[in-house]
């Protein structure tokens, strides 16, 4: 009987992602949204696999997205550098100097000169990069909650749909994943490391956080932040402390300005961006956080997440001023934003989550096209077009911009 259940749910299955492939050239983006759907009603099928086809699917919508964008910025700038680099073999790309790409972000280095070396287009360099971005954001999101909670009951496929969607579509600033790439790939790695010292895995951990600057630089502020606030995470559970921090903080960011003031060289303060709505979700999401998890402020975990989260918008708070500066680690809280999203659906039950489950993915979509919408950068498709887009379409800007 199990086996006939078995392999009549695998013939659906073979059902839907036989209609999906023909359907990729109508719509490709609707018809990667449905194939996540689908890997995550057929778990049982899938089994171990599920979680792969899931966060791969979700993660290639976002990188078909990506591959449309117009080469400006720090993606014109990667993209050339991706075409440069296939000219030089690996000893003349360690010294070759571009723009700010360091001597000491070696790993970045390696990672575009190996894709230029396989391929012949940088279409492989932004489709990679983005998968990764995401792939390895819903994995540690999911992992560490779980792994924080002490979570083992079953997460029914509702529950992992709307993690998903949340860590994707709110989570993470798409329009940063084809600007900051260098960022988010050391955050990638960084995430990694973050999880083995969960484990336990001390030494491979603090290896992997410490490795994860030789892929962008910003990621060494970090090491000593995530120390800070494991040794001092049992004082600052308090919501007094807490306050208090954030005080000292914005009354220092005053010296920070004056600083900047009298030796305008030191500091950049760069342009501020439209970021606000942001900043009153993430302010919302921590004050929610605080609430929801306030008897559980005795565990480790959570305490020592607490003191990252209170640490780390220190520091932003402490450059509020420097619009480059905070703008430029500001993006770290995308992974903060994930995990406490899905920390939040954790203390809901089943009942809860069916509850949750329309609002919810209707906000995140809205939201997320909302921000690409009013995104300073060109795709080439608005937000209603993009959604509608044949494969036709999406082919003709690709070959145009690469």
């Known amino acids: 009987m199990e086996f006939s259940s078995k392999l009549k749910a695998g013939f659906y299955l073979a059902i839907t992602v036989s209609v999906g492939l023909v359907s990729v050239y109508s719509f490709p983006v609707i018809s990667l949204f449905l194939l996540f759907i689908m890997s995550l009603v057929f778990r049982d099928i899938l089994g171990y696999r599920q979680f792969f086809f899931t966060a791969l699917s979700i993660s290639s919508l976002f990188a078909v997205i990506n591959i449309l ?58 489709v990679l990069s983005t998968v990764i971005i995401y792939f390895s954001n819903v994995f540690f999101a999911l992992n560490y909650s779980r792994k924080v909670t002490n979570s083992e009951k079953s997460e029914g496929w509702l529950f992992l749909f709307l993690a998903m969607v949340w860590c994707c579509f709110v989570g993470i600033t798409f329009s940063l994943t084809g600007h900051v790439i260098r960022q988010y790939l050391g955050v990638s790695v960084f995430v990694f490391g973050f999880l083995f010292l969960l484990q336990g895995r001390m030494y491979a951990g603090w290896v992997i956080l410490l490795l994860s600057g030789l892929v962008h630089n910003a990621m060494f502020l970090l090491v000593p932040i995530l120390i800070a606030s494991l040794l ?64 559980d402020m005795k565990k480790k975990e959570i305490i020592q997440f607490n003191a990252f989260v209170v640490l780390y918008s220190s520091f932003l708070i402490l450059f509020h001023g420097e619009a480059l500066i905070f703008l430029r680690y500001y993006f770290i809280f995308d992974i903060i934003r994930s995990i406490i999203g899905v920390l939040l ?10 509850l949750i489950s329309s609002p919810l993915v209707f906000f995140s ?33 690709v070959d145009v911009l690469y």
Request: net charge positive; proline share 1%; aromatic share 16%.
């Open 69 to 126: 964008k117009l080469h400006e910025s720090d993606l014109h700038a990667y993209i050339k550098y991706f075409y440069l680099l296939k000219e030089l073999n690996f000893a003349q790309a360690s010294d070759f100097v571009f723009l700010n790409i360091r001597y000491t972000e070696v790993f970045f280095r390696m990672y575009v000169w190996l894709l230029s070396q396989v391929f012949t287009t940088a279409v492989v360099f932004v």
């Open 345 to 354: 659906l954790r203390k809901l039950n089943k009942d809860g989550i069916a």
């Open 232 to 295: 001092m995470s049992k004082y600052l559970k308090s919501l007094i402390v807490t306050i208090s921090i954030l005080l000292i903080a914005y009354l220092l960011s005053g010296f920070v300005n004056l600083i900047s003031d009298l030796a305008p060289g030191m500091l950049n303060r760069g342009e501020a961006e439209n970021s606000g709505m942001m900043i009153v979700l993430d302010v919302v999401l921590v004050i929610l956080f605080r609430i929801a998890y306030r008897k």
């Open 365 to 397: 979509i809205g939201f997320f096209m909302y921000r690409y919408s009013n995104s300073p950068w060109d795709y080439g498709f608005n937000g209603a077009s993009i959604i509608m887009a044949n494969l036709e379409q999406i082919l003709s800007r």
